[in-house]
């Protein structure tokens, strides 16, 4: 008598599942998941909650603009299912964004090299592209003077066309030959290298804020948060600016998809605070934007 109250117990719990699975059948990106990947309504019944799961990621994809609004449980990707006969693996799949920036810090790292090494004769004068920018470029090597109020380059534009190549030949041809300091720093790397040594966070602070040339490569690459955005990026500008410094940015952004890129945090949507850097931003640099072939290909 018991085995049959069991089983009972066994059909109504089956029964529910399927009533739910069913019910969920109705979402078309639940159904579409379902049809993708021939589960079955056994199955589908079985690993319904990983199934809603994944959907719901799935949805926050379709209406993602870009890493920087992940809203996803694991950022910068999405769960789905890896179907084997009856059972279902649940995986985290990186997104497009997610793969575009692994992908833009390997060019980096692959780059190092090359943007160290960078000089005046290397350039590439004959696209007609770069023809404002290298005539900016060299009126400010020829007025630079170390106690100058020169303004830099908020330079932005196409990927791969070179803009980090650019303003790394200047820097270092100011290095060179007129002995200016410069840092020239890769920002996602700056903010994961500052959480990681907290000892040294004071005296690195302090040097990216006096050091008379700055470069914060590719900003707009990182994740949002609001530490990185007002602790760091918004400390860093703030005293640039009161001490007359030249500051270069470059971004795949304009300003204005700047600007919407750091309003953007976890846990709140700050216009007033991404406005107070954009105006940093604004005060500190000319802007300029760079649209050419791909110099990486």
């Known amino acids: 008598m018991e085995s049959l109250k069991d089983n009972k117990k066994v059909r109504e719990l089956r029964n529910e599942l399927v009533s739910i699975y069913k019910s969920n059948l109705k979402d078309a990106t639940f159904r579409e998941l379902v049809s993708k990947n021939k589960i079955s309504e056994e199955v589908g019944a079985l690993y319904n909650s990983g199934l809603e799961d994944s959907t719901r990621e799935l949805k926050n994809c379709h209406e993602c603009k ?19 006969d009856k059972v279902i693996d649940f995986v985290y799949v990186p997104c497009k964004f997610k793969k575009d920036q692994d992908r833009l810090i390997e060019l980096k790292n692959t780059a190092s090299k090359e943007l160290l090494n960078a000089r005046f004769i290397n350039i590439d004068v004959k696209d007609k592209n770069r023809v404002k920018l290298i005539r900016w470029i060299k009126k400010f090597y020829d007025d630079y003077a170390i106690y100058k109020d020169m303004k830099g380059l908020y330079l932005h534009g196409t990927f791969g066309s070179g803009k980090s190549y650019l303003i790394y030949a200047l820097l270092n041809e100011l290095n060179i030959n007129k002995k200016v300091d410069f840092e020239a720093l890769y920002f996602p790397d700056l903010l994961k290298n500052l959480k990681e040594d907290w000892d040294s966070y004071g005296e690195k602070m302090e040097r990216y804020a006096s050091v008379p040339i700055l470069l914060l490569d590719d900003i707009g690459a990182e994740q949002v948060s609001e530490w990185g955005r007002d602790e760091v990026l918004g400390t860093i500008l703030q005293k640039r600016m009161n001490n007359h410094l030249t500051t270069f940015f470059t971004s795949n952004l304009s300003i204005e998809e700047l600007e919407i890129m750091l309003s953007s945090t976890k846990s709140s949507l700050d216009k007033v605070k991404a406005r107070r850097i954009i105006e940093r931003v604004k005060q500190l640099t000319e802007d300029m934007e760079l649209i050419t072939d791909n110099k990486r290909v």
């Open 66 to 84: 870009g890493i920087y609004e992940c809203k996803n449980k694991v950022v910068g990707h999405y769960l789905y299912p890896h179907v084997f």
